[in-house]
């Protein structure tokens, strides 16, 4: 029986605006925003991390973020997929969510938010993960951040301490 490693990719919108009289929900991105949300995709690219699945906010800054890391894709990227429960998903609702992801999936990346992304980094962490790449993630993840953690175990089995962080980075021009 062969292991198959799975790849699950978090990443933290670009850069957000706060225009006056806008929901939250509906902030765009901040010119910075999209002057960089590229790179994110562009480090995908680089590092040979080709999302085959994708599940992003339905908020308008990580919408707006995936078309960029999509534009930086090209043919390479999947239609995203819009999960509306996302935005206002707790660390156990977005692990659920995560854990309905098709078997066939090799690499999930999903686009999201802040504190949520980087709790459920540091939950699913295993304790055979860089432990360096860790202390950095739990100290900072700032616009763009960006966890790779692999592991042997389908989507519908990621709960705690289930997958290793091989990578943390902030991918910015």
């Not at 029986?1 to 929900?25: E, F, N, Q």
Request: aromatic share 6%.
């Amino acid at each position: 029986m062969t292991v198959h490693t799975r790849r699950l990719i978090l990443m933290r919108h670009a850069k957000s605006d706060y225009p006056l009289g806008v929901d939250d929900h509906d902030r765009p991105l901040a010119a910075r925003g999209d002057r960089e949300a590229p790179a994110a995709g562009r480090w995908l690219v680089e590092h040979d991390l080709i999302p085959d699945y994708i599940i992003c906010s339905d908020a308008l800054r990580a919408r707006s973020t995936c078309a960029w890391v999509l534009s930086e894709l090209g043919e390479q990227g999947p239609t995203p997929y819009i999960d509306t429960r996302i935005y206002r998903a707790g660390v156990s609702e977005l692990c659920s969510i995560i854990n309905e992801t098709p078997a066939s999936v090799s690499t999930l990346l999903v686009i999201g938010h802040q504190p949520i992304l980087q709790d459920l980094a540091l939950r699913l962490a295993s304790v055979d993960s860089d432990q360096e790449t860790v202390y950095e993630l739990a100290m900072s993840y700032p616009t763009l951040g960006t966890t790779v953690l692999e592991t042997e175990h389908p989507y519908s089995h990621l709960d705690a301490r289930d997958a290793r962080v091989t990578f943390f980075a902030v991918p910015r021009d």
